[in-house]
Nanobody, 125 residues
Framework: QVQVVESGGGLVQAGGSLRLSCAAS????????MAWFRQAPGKEREFVSAIMWRGGNTRYADSVKGRFTISRGNVKNTVYLQMNNLKPEDTAAYYC??????????????????WGKGTQVTVSS
């Protein structure tokens, strides 16, 4: 069993920054590719960013390019999402997801096997 736990959400004014953290634990013999998704009220869960554990290749949604940065932590199977220049439309519950590492960056949420419970990010105007 794999547990995924996010932290770091909160309330911030537009233009501000937040850093989300995520750790996958349990079956540590595997390496995990990890991603962030978000879901605003009344909307579907959407891809934000992903990173491959091997090689560190990354992908970003167009809406966050240039503002968000995903990175791997020094501890195995940890990942961070640095969010700068936040906008009110970034308000959502942010979910961390993990999948056993692969050869390419995956953006489809149905291909991630393990999910955290989410952390709320609220950006005021």
């Amino acid at each position: 069993q794999v547990q995924v736990v996010e932290s770091g959400g909160g309330l911030v004014q537009a233009g501000g920054s937040l850093r989300l953290s995520c750790a996958a634990s349990g079956r540590t013999s595997y390496d995990y590719d990890m991603a962030w998704f978000r879901q605003a009220p009344g909307k579907e869960r959407e891809f934000v960013s992903a990173i491959m554990w091997r090689g560190g290749n990354t992908r970003y949604a167009d809406s966050v390019k240039g503002r968000f940065t995903i990175s791997r932590g020094n501890v195995k199977n940890t990942v961070y999402l640095q969010m700068n220049n936040l906008k009110p439309e970034d308000t959502a519950a942010y979910y961390c997801a993990a999948r056993v590492d692969d050869l390419t960056v995956v953006v489809a949420r149905e291909l991630y096997q393990y999910w955290g419970k989410g952390t709320q990010v609220t950006v005021s105007s």
